[in-house]
């Protein structure tokens, strides 16, 4: 009997845990969900409670009043410039490190790694001199290039696992077929790695998404601002304007894209960080 009862106590030891961090995490959220659908007296009078009536003239007033359309168009076009230069880097480079061996090419693959233990604030004052020499500082194309550069580590590392689990037979193959090395990359090599292909994009793309403090340092123009910087420019008016349901509508926006992204491949994003962990 007590055998019997060990694997459920063990399982709900685990579970209970989860369950309550879960809770956690999604109550602010609920929270700020329903807070944006309320006015402001509302929010005073009931901070907890649900709204009266679900009204969309936050979600108007942070579009229309608060150029959160204009911010939202910047940080999809920072998302998807970064994300496919970073793709266009790191693809060819893992590639490169995993497949054809060259002198130094383990201790390149060390440096790349090690990398990702560099914080990245360490080079946001030569990063800003580096910007302003180039003519890319408060530009949307120089921050796309420096959240391109500060996820490539992270990039080549997976990629580069996931590759060493491609068997070498099918590359051997196609070149005595006389493919070149860029055919065998792009026409073999990345299609058998899609999973992480998806999994290195949605990761990077979140990541850019969300990033507040390389933008706050590297634009300066207002009509640049993407999300987070708008949003915290909301939230520093909201303390004396009140605007609390604007600035709940505007981190709504912010959050449901990743949501839903992350959610539909969801399944993918593992399957990519598993594969890739049990390389060889």
């Known amino acids: 009997m007590k055998k019997k009862w060990q694997p459920t106590l063990i399982r709900t030891g685990i579970r209970i845990p989860l369950i309550l961090w879960t809770l956690a995490v999604l109550y602010p959220i609920i929270w700020m969900f329903i807070g944006s659908f309320k006015s402001n007296a509302e929010i005073y009078a009931n901070p907890w409670g649900l709204p009266e009536t679900f009204?969309?003239?936050?979600?108007a007033d942070a579009w229309n009043n608060y150029n959160i359309d204009t911010s939202v168009f910047n940080s999809a076009i920072v998302t998807v410039l970064?994300?496919?230069?970073?793709?266009?880097?790191?693809?060819?480079?893992?590639?490169a490190l995993e497949r054809?061996?060259?002198?130094?090419?383990s201790i390149l693959f060390t440096v790349y790694v090690s990398a990702m233990m560099i914080?990245?604030?360490?080079?946001?004052?030569?990063?800003?001199?580096?910007?302003?020499?180039?003519?890319?500082?408060?530009s949307i194309i120089g921050l796309s290039i420096v959240y391109a550069i500060s996820q490539l580590p992270f990039s080549i590392f997976v990629l580069t696992s996931f590759m060493g689990t491609i068997p070498k037979e099918l590359e051997e193959s196609a070149s005595m077929d006389g493919?070149?090395?860029y055919g065998i990359l792009f026409k073999i090599i990345a299609p058998l790695s899609t999973t992480a292909i998806i999994t290195v994009s949605i990761m990077n793309a979140i990541q850019f998404w969300n990033e507040y403090f390389m933008a706050l340092i590297f634009l300066n123009s207002r009509e640049k601002y993407t999300l987070g910087l708008a949003i915290d420019f909301i939230g520093s008016e909201a303390q004396y304007t009140n605007a609390w349901g604007t600035l709940f509508a505007s981190l709504t926006i912010a959050i449901i894209p990743v949501i839903v992204l992350y959610a539909i491949f969801q399944k993918r994003i593992a399957k990519g960080m598993t594969e890739g962990a049990i390389k060889g």
């Not at 914080?119 to 408060?138: A, R």
């Open 100 to 105: 054809l061996r060259f002198r130094g090419s």
């Open 179 to 181: 493919m070149s090395p």
């Open 82 to 95: 970064g994300m496919v230069l970073t793709l266009v880097l790191a693809l060819p480079t893992a590639y």
């Open 55 to 59: 009204n969309v003239q936050n979600f």
């Open 119 to 138: 914080p990245m604030v360490l080079g946001w004052i030569p990063l800003f001199f580096l910007l302003m020499d180039f003519g890319l500082l408060d």
